[in-house]
């Protein structure tokens, strides 16, 4: 079975700040992966994903996240922090089965940022 | 184009009782699939309904149901309330594309059992 791991429950920044936010995966296959961020009171949204055509994504917002086979990891940057920024992020790899799928979840990462 | 609808927003419920959650998809999305995300266990897959028929299921109790409608809006039912059932239910849906499976979430409903 697929999984994924996110490193840190909480990470604080300052404004202005980098963002790194850990994501290591475990798939017998090519992976499909996802970051999502989900505000107080809403659903998740999705930041962007990886499907194989390149190993760096930009996503919205000025996220980005890069693809490393060698160290299954996904980890999600955002060169400056903003207020706005504070939510909780979720990384997530889809098991396709080519007839069926589901997104599995990491334990979600809650990012502060301060003045 | 409309998001993911979900209805009732929020649901207080006594229990034993059993409730009904409805999904409206996004336009042309016939995928639904249906998350349960508590403190405890986070975000657990449910199930997922395509051309309605149920074709993967999480590992929850028969207690939780569903179904797809010919329109691809979907309902979920859970019977015989629990309080551990309390949590935010999430609906997504996909256009299921071959290689493209991304989800796109509606904003839940959240179910408090008493």
């Known amino acids: 079975a697929q999984s994924v791991t996110q490193l840190g429950s909480h990470v604080s920044v300052s404004e202005g700040a980098l963002v790194l936010l850990r994501c290591n995966y475990s798939?017998?296959?090519?992976?499909?992966l996802f970051w999502y961020v989900q505000y107080p009171n809403q659903g998740l949204q999705l930041l962007l994903k990886?499907?194989?055509?390149?190993?760096l994504v930009k996503g919205i917002n000025g996220f980005e996240a890069e693809f490393k086979k060698s160290e299954t990891s996904f980890h999600l940057t955002k060169p400056s922090a903003h207020m706005s920024d504070a939510a909780e992020y979720f990384c997530a790899v889809s098991e396709n089965t080519g007839t069926a799928s589901k997104l599995t979840f990491g334990t979600g990462t809650r990012l502060q940022v301060t003045l | 184009k409309a998001g993911v609808t979900q209805t009732p927003r929020y649901l207080i419920k006594t229990r034993g009782q059993q409730v009904t959650l409805s999904c409206s998809p996004i336009s042309g999305h016939r995928s639904v699939s249906w998350y349960q995300q508590t403190p405890g266990q986070g975000l657990q897959f449910l199930f997922e309904y395509f051309s309605e028929t149920q074709r993967n299921k999480g590992n929850f109790p028969g207690r939780f149901s569903g179904r797809q409608f010919s329109n691809s809006r979907s309902e979920m039912n859970v019977s015989t309330l629990e309080l551990g059932d309390s949590a935010l239910y999430l609906c997504?849906?996909?256009?299921?594309?071959?290689?493209?499976?991304?989800?796109?979430f509606g904003p839940g409903t959240r179910l408090t059992v008493t």
């Open positions: 798939s017998s296959v090519p992976p499909y």
């Open positions: 990886y499907t194989s055509a390149a190993t």
């Open positions: 997504a849906s996909s256009l299921v594309l071959a290689g493209n499976y991304e989800q796109y």
